[in-house]
């Protein structure tokens, strides 16, 4: 009898999930997805439903998960339990083709022992509402992003993308950005009172008061606009005297926070921790899939699945957290019941669970010894969250004291001034005693203490100073990580399990920057940005994308139908495409011009563009026939605190060991708009240069062959490397003769002449890309003739199939 073959994701998981299942169980991974669209073509079949084309991009996974599966009496699909896990088993079954062999799916929301027999004891089918909602999903971010981003290359920058909801993520921080430069702030003034309980000891009695109401009516944040205003308040509170006229007290309770989301994770992780989205989810999948506890425990899990929406936590899970919040806290800290909490989340899936420990009696120091720091401190704030969402509030002693200014003026009746002070003392920690959820900037904790003295109606007080204070509007923070992550969150757009590859991907697309974590959208995100928000407004629309968002949702639950959302999508899609297509068909390349004046030419402009390796300046009065009016100043540039644009100094090339093979002089490391290469030092004598390759080396010279060229019986033959580092054989004389063949099998080599050795000399010292190799006129005599078989070209190199 065979065993039971249980396929995951990753080795981590499957080595756990063997230690539990032991004998009779073989347990195996799929290293992720076995089956994908090729990166090649658009893999979509538009006429026919939007079948996507698929192909085997693990051919030796799925050829070991077929030999395996001869061995098994059946098959059990252990892919994590959301859309994309299903959408992987599916693949697998696709892949492999079982035939009969029985294949059961089987879900957990935690590696624990319990947890996986649980799931194997209550196997079901594949979902393939799950599968056909991820697999729209596919079809409509491949839609988008292989028809846009051929637009983006044409008229901005090649290796561009555009993506359904990467380019709404850009767009909401290249937003923010133009009203943060477009804010202009507006002044305002509160007046404040230092005072003093009569007979009272300063500073314990001392407290501050804000001024909120005058002549009987409130005063908004704007009611005193300026210095003239307030000074005339000042003056008029001269010589006034202070009372107590209200004391207002009362009990306020704090509830704790619901554990984490994969949002709500990524949030605080970065505002406490420091930590991106992409960190917080690399070390959470690990503590998910298994860390090795050594003794008994050995391999275990130690938190539930990381990619969810819900708020949800299982009975067993809560009641074992009671246990340890009554024996280590006591009874008062509990709740009377479990709390339930809502989940905010737009198309949150109820049915998973929140993320938690799997065990909450594994507290956080019995792992610290054993836990890397960042994992240790991302378990600790997990574990500090759960236990605190499933405790008794925090109850502070909250006073309002309302305090009256007689002026001289006014001495008796209503106070034609009045001030208030507010106190908050925590009464009881409740959940406090665990954890406090930190907050984003601009917040302000409410709850903070604040200590009044002890306060009674008409106790006289006397005034330490009055303080007229300016302030000045300010504009909405620059998004974070955290922010952003809750932003696209309340718009509903994209989903927690893509939030973290969203912020790296429009990052390494240079279309924002980090810094001091602040998210700040590069020229290059502003342009790209403006391009699609005036051709596809659609496709970055907010209440658009968050509704499409919804369709997939329906068809996850099984109330929509794939293809029909894809046909609605996609028909007024090709219109758009196709309209913006001849719209742009005469637009110039994009460039943003600056108000610089080109420091080489002192005539031209300088406009910002876009090369391989980012953003640079050049002059506007560059052209590539290189006339007399022509410029080529370029420069490297960053932008200061306020924006504003600063050209990049020269610095000194660095030297570099590598000798220049035509003159013997040092060469040096340079930069252009293609990257660095090697120039000699010797320059304007010896213009020689060298190109770097990939791996940082220089690429070596050519190498003589000592076979002519079958072309133009002139040049020799020789070898070189191409740009990926693949060798070819090109003619000496280039580009005066542009012959190139891959192999030499075919040709017969030719005895060298005098005047060929000294062209193999001159060739050893000279490069393939700026010298043309001196050859006699007698190497013409050649009698080398080359065969039907030998491969020409015009190009420089033979070509390369490249992805879209």
């Known amino acids: 009898m065979g065993d039971k073959l249980v396929i995951v994701e990753s080795p981590s998981k499957a080595k756990t999930i063997q230690k539990y299942l032991g004998r009779g169980y073989r347990v195996t991974s799929s290293m992720g997805h076995v089956r994908d669209l090729p990166k090649s073509d658009l893999a979509i079949d538009v006429e026919h439903n939007f079948q996507p084309v698929y192909e085997v991009t693990k051919e030796k996974v799925v050829s070991e998960l077929r030999q395996a599966m001869r061995n098994a009496d059946a098959i059990y699909l252990a892919t994590d339990p959301d859309r994309e896990g299903e ?22 929301q935690e590696i624990t022992r319990n947890a996986v027999q649980q799931a194997l004891d209550h196997p079901r089918a594949i979902n393939e509402n799950l599968v056909n909602a991820q697999q729209a999903r596919r079809v409509l971010d491949r839609l988008v992003g292989y028809q846009l981003s051929p637009l983006l290359w044409d008229k901005v920058k090649r290796g561009l993308s555009a993506g359904r909801v990467q380019s709404v993520a850009v767009r909401l921080i290249v937003e923010r950005e133009q009203e943060v430069e477009s804010f202009v702030p507006v002044e305002y003034w509160t007046i404040e009172a230092d005072l003093l309980k009569t007979g009272g000891t300063a500073p314990r009695d001392a407290f501050r008061a804000t001024l909120i109401e005058r002549a009987g009516k409130k005063l908004d944040k704007f009611a005193v606009p300026d210095q003239e205003q307030a000074d005339a308040i000042v003056t008029d509170l001269d010589q006034a005297s202070y009372r107590v006229v209200k004391v207002t007290r009362k009990d306020k309770r704090r509830s704790p926070a619901p554990p984490f989301t994969t949002s709500t994770l990524q949030q605080e992780a970065g505002r406490k921790l420091g930590f991106s989205a992409k960190k917080t989810m690399m070390l959470a999948q690990r503590l998910y899939e298994g860390v090795d506890l050594g003794g008994d425990e050995g391999v275990s899990g130690l938190i539930t699945y990381m990619r969810t929406d819900s708020t949800n936590v299982a009975g067993e899970a809560q009641a074992e957290a009671r246990r340890l919040i009554e024996s280590r806290f006591g009874r008062d800290y509990l709740p009377d019941k479990p709390p339930v909490y809502k989940t905010k989340a737009k198309g949150a899936q109820e049915a998973h669970e929140a993320i938690r420990p799997t065990s909450s009696e594994r507290a956080p120091e019995q792992v610290s010894a054993i836990l890397e720091r960042d994992l240790f401190r991302l378990y600790e704030l997990i574990w500090k ?33 009045l001030f208030r002070a507010t106190g908050s003392v925590l009464k009881f920690p409740g959940f406090l005693a665990v954890y406090n959820v930190s907050l984003d900037e601009g917040e302000e904790d409410e709850d903070s203490e604040r200590r009044l003295p002890l306060l009674v109606e008409q106790d006289p007080l006397d005034l330490l100073e009055l303080l007229p204070i300016q302030h000045f509007t300010e504009p909405l923070p620059r998004f974070t990580e955290a922010s952003l992550v809750k932003e696209l969150e309340r718009l509903g757009i994209g989903r927690p399990s893509t939030y973290a590859s969203i912020i790296s991907t429009i990052q390494e697309r240079d279309y924002v920057t980090a810094a001091d974590k602040k998210l700040i959208p590069t020229t290059l995100g502003r342009v790209v940005t403006e391009l699609l928000v005036l051709h596809f407004p659609n496709i970055v629309d907010y209440d658009f994308t968050s509704a499409l968002e919804q369709q997939l949702d329906d068809i996850a639950d099984g109330s929509k139908a794939w293809i029909p959302v894809l046909h609605e999508f996609y028909a007024p899609f090709q219109k758009t495409l196709a309209d913006a297509k001849v719209e742009m068909r005469n637009l110039k390349r994009e460039e943003i011009v600056t108000d610089l004046q080109c420091p080489k030419c002192q005539q031209g402009l300088l406009a910002i563009k876009f090369g391989r390796n980012g953003e640079f300046l050049a002059c506007t009065r560059y052209s590539k026939d290189g006339g007399p009016e022509s410029c080529d100043f370029t420069s490297d540039f960053h932008r200061d605190s306020d924006g504003k644009i600063v050209i990049d100094k020269a610095s000194a090339p660095e030297t570099s060991d590598v000798m220049c093979n035509l003159c013997g002089r040092p060469m040096v490391i340079k930069k ?27 690429v ?34 280039y580009p005066k003769c542009d012959y190139l063949t891959n192999s030499l099998e075919e040709l017969a080599p030719v005895e060298a002449t005098p005047v060929q050795a000294e062209s193999k000399e001159k060739a050893t010292k000279k490069t393939p890309a700026t010298k043309k190799t001196a050859t006699s006129k007698k190497a013409a005599t050649s009698k080398t003739t080359p065969t039907s078989k030998t491969t020409t070209s015009t190009k420089k190199e033979p070509p390369r199939k490249k992805s879209a």
């Not at 959408?87 to 957990?108: C, D, L, N, S, Y």
């Not at 969250?385 to 004291?401: C, E, G, K, L, N």
């Not at 002026?407 to 009746?413: E, H, L, N, S, V």
């Not at 293609?674 to 390759?693: D, K, V």
């Open 87 to 108: 959408a992987i088993a599916w693949h697998i079954t696709e892949a492999i083709k079982p035939g009969r062999t029985p294949v059961h799916r089987v879900v957990f």
């Open 385 to 417: 969250r759960f236990v605190a969402s499933q405790m008794a509030p925090a109850i502070f002693d909250s006073t309002t004291v309302d305090l009256g200014a007689w002026t001289p003026t006014a001495p008796t009746g209503n106070a034609p001034y």
């Open 672 to 698: 252009s708009r293609f990257g660095p290469f090697l120039g000699c030092s010797g320059y304007p004598e010896c213009s020689n240069t060298r190109r770097i390759g990939k791996d940082g080396k220089p």
């Open 700 to 733: 070596p010279l050519p190498e003589p062959t000592g076979v002519a060229c079958p072309k133009c019986h002139e040049g020799e033959l020789l070898r070189r490397r191409g740009r990926f580092g693949r060798p070819f054989f090109g003619c000496s004389r």
